[in-house]
């Protein structure tokens, strides 16, 4: 290094700006110059990075709202189509796609990455494949990206589901509709809409609307597959779940937010804006305009007639959430082929995803307490820094908490509105107390611990004879859970678990290992049949007469009691109907 002398310049007066640099500066710079001299004689060559950032999107903006549709998918058709009565009694113009289909999937590969799973493939290429069908009515591509815009749900974690948003756009570009505007709703973070107009505004009224569509598709789902397997006419439970779903896209259609107006709002002044909100909340809790509606759909199923005297096993739906919600090509149709087969089938409502998610912030908020204030938690003395902390842990948990109760609340309110048949959503804390042991609970990605401790709760709970586990080809969540899934099966000796692997092939196969699991399972539902029938010393013609003679008990609101011990509906149908025998002679 060089080291002739440094002469500082004299200052040129008071109040001007100093020309000459410090020393420091000075040696700073010679610093730099021998450094990039030493690693040019090393054959070193300094690069610049340039770190991929997000590409900024066209905005949706409110302005657009009225000549611009909002697109929306991926759950069954129930909950779209209530999904789309809220949006539009919200003013928005939307539109739900087609239930994937293989042809969906093939555009899913063709435009998108290779190594991405299922559901990957089956909803992109159904967005393409809807945009696609738009330009075959006559629409140009520009007019599609301008007057269309795609709303999907969005996380982060050790799942692909993490890059849908990624190739969503990527297949789009592919196939010729560069700039369609995908708007993503980070499951922790909310809508990313860089815009203050935001055209999709994400406020308690767009919330509730969406929460109550979700709880009454579930409920109605949930029911459905209760009555199918047993309705005297084919179609019958079809044609009426048509009908009640219909009705209750009117009902979100002209349910009008709770707002302060007139000269109570006036009045109010500066405090309207709170005065609102806590009156939409109260509204949310007390109003009937759901319940009321479901009651008359609770009527509307009771025109089917059903006999529960059908020897049915139950077999309960898990795995991933797409693939055990979607009911097409996705999972091979599998909940109409189980149904063909001979079994009843017990859907997942997503109000358990909802739970669970509740469920994993508390256990978050409970291991990281204090963490905010620091490394280390205060001494002991600082009992005024330690009470901050206590009180901000206590203050968000409770939120959390009463946010659960809540939820559960108004779901149970709508599970009782239409007759009480949909099953209760299953306690998030002793799901966690169930599948801890076998799959930590702390473990992020696709369901967690879910698949492992719904398999144990439903079996032990005698609320299912099998569980059928769907999910993705390759999806890393599940792999792992399906690896746990081996010590409770070794553990629980009597559970009936298959895991099912889906994809764009392979139905033939899937479905032939499904009829042999589902014969174990008919063979438990007809030998627990036959021991209910023992039990009472009835016979099926018996039993028959009695149901011919009290026809409310042919129709599917009729509250038939579980018997602890007991899974099918017919066992349990058995055993009412010797209880009421009993009843009627004292």
């Given amino acids: 290094m060089s080291t002739q002398p440094f002469e500082p310049r004299p200052n040129l007066g008071v ?68 999904i789309h009565g809220a949006l539009e009694g919200l ?23 290779n190594g991405q799973c299922n559901p990957t493939y089956f909803t992109v290429g159904n967005l393409v494949q809807y945009l696609q069908s738009l330009e075959e009515q006559g629409l140009t591509k520009q007019e599609i990206v301008d ?44 809508l990313s809409q860089s815009d203050a107009e935001a055209g999709l505004e994400m406020n308690l009224d767009f919330f509730l609307g969406i929460l109550n569509a979700l709880n009454c598709g579930d409920i109605l789902n949930d029911v459905a597959y209760q009555i199918r397997p047993f309705e005297v006419r084919p179609g019958h439970t079809d044609e009426v779940l048509d009908a009640v779903t219909d009705y209750m896209h009117e009902v979100s259609k002209k349910k009008q937010p709770w707002k302060v107006g007139g000269k109570l709002g006036a009045y109010l002044g500066g405090f309207r804006d709170t005065t609102e909100y806590m009156g939409k909340f109260v509204n949310q809790v007390t109003g009937d ?32 959430f797409w693939a055990q919600t979607t009911e097409g090509d996705g999972n091979f149709n599998m909940f109409r082929f189980l149904e063909r087969e001979g079994a ?14 509740i469920h994993q912030a508390v256990q978050r908020y409970n291991d990281t307490k204090g963490l905010d204030a620091g490394a280390v938690l205060p001494p002991l003395w600082r009992l005024d820094r330690r009470a901050k902390i206590e009180f901000s842990f206590r203050n968000k948990v409770a939120k959390l908490k009463l946010a659960e109760a809540i939820f559960k609340r108004e779901y149970h309110r709508i599970v009782d509105a239409l007759g009480g048949l949909a099953h209760h959503l299953a306690d998030q804390y002793e799901l966690q107390r169930m599948g801890h042991p076998f799959y930590n609970s702390r473990a992020g990605g696709g369901e967690g611990h879910l698949e492992v401790a719904k398999n144990i709760y439903y079996s032990n709970k005698d609320l299912a ?20 899934q081996a010590a409770v099966t070794g553990l629980y000796k009597d559970i009936i678990y298959l895991p099912v692997e889906t994809s764009g092939e392979g139905e033939i196969n899937a479905h032939s290992r499904v009829q042999m699991a589902l014969g174990e ?15 009472t010393g009835l016979t099926l013609d018996d039993c028959r007469a009695y149901v011919d003679s009290h026809p409310e ?26 209880s009421r025998m009993k009843e009627t002679v004292a």
């Avoid at 319940?291 to 529960?308: G, K, P, Y």
């Avoid at 586990?469 to 792992?480: D, H, I, V």
């Avoid at 008990?553 to 010797?578: C, D, E, Q, T």
């Fill in 15 to 82: 109040g001007l700006v100093q020309l000459n640099p410090s020393i420091e500066d000075i040696i700073q710079q010679r610093l730099a110059e021998e450094r990039a001299r030493l690693e040019q004689e090393a054959g070193l060559e300094k690069h610049d990075f340039h770190h991929f950032k997000r590409p900024k999107e066209r905005p949706f903006t409110a302005g657009q709202r009225g000549h611009t549709t909002l697109l929306f998918g991926g759950l069954t058709w129930k909950h779209e189509r209530l």
């Fill in 91 to 113: 003013g928005y113009m939307a539109e739900a796609l087609p239930t994937p289909n293989v042809a969906a999937f093939q555009l899913g590969k063709e435009y998108g990455n």
């Fill in 147 to 190: 007057r269309y815009v795609f709303f999907t749900a969005g996380a982060c974690g050790p799942c692909r589901f993490g890059m849908y948003e990624a190739e969503y756009r990527l297949a789009l570009r592919n196939a010729g509709f560069e700039g369609f505007r995908v708007l993503l709703f980070q499951q922790s973070g909310g």
């Fill in 289 to 320: 305009d759901y319940t009321s509606a479901l009651h008359r759909c609770s009527d509307m199923f009771n025109e089917v007639e059903i006999d529960r005297l059908r020897v049915k096993p139950i077999v309960k739906i898990t795995g991933e």
């Fill in 344 to 357: 009843q089938v017990l859907v997942e409502p997503i109000g358990t995803w909802i739970t669970y998610m």
């Fill in 465 to 484: 004879h099998m569980v059928l586990s769907l999910k993705p080809f390759g999806c890393m969540p599940s792999t792992q859970s399906d690896g746990a």
């Fill in 521 to 535: 399972a008919k063979n438990k539902a007809k030998l627990e049949f036959q021991e209910a029938l023992q039990r």
């Fill in 553 to 578: 008990m042919k129709r599917p609101m009729y509250r038939v009691p579980h018997h602890k011990g007991v899974v099918g509906s017919a066992a349990n149908f058995v055993l009412h109907i010797a």
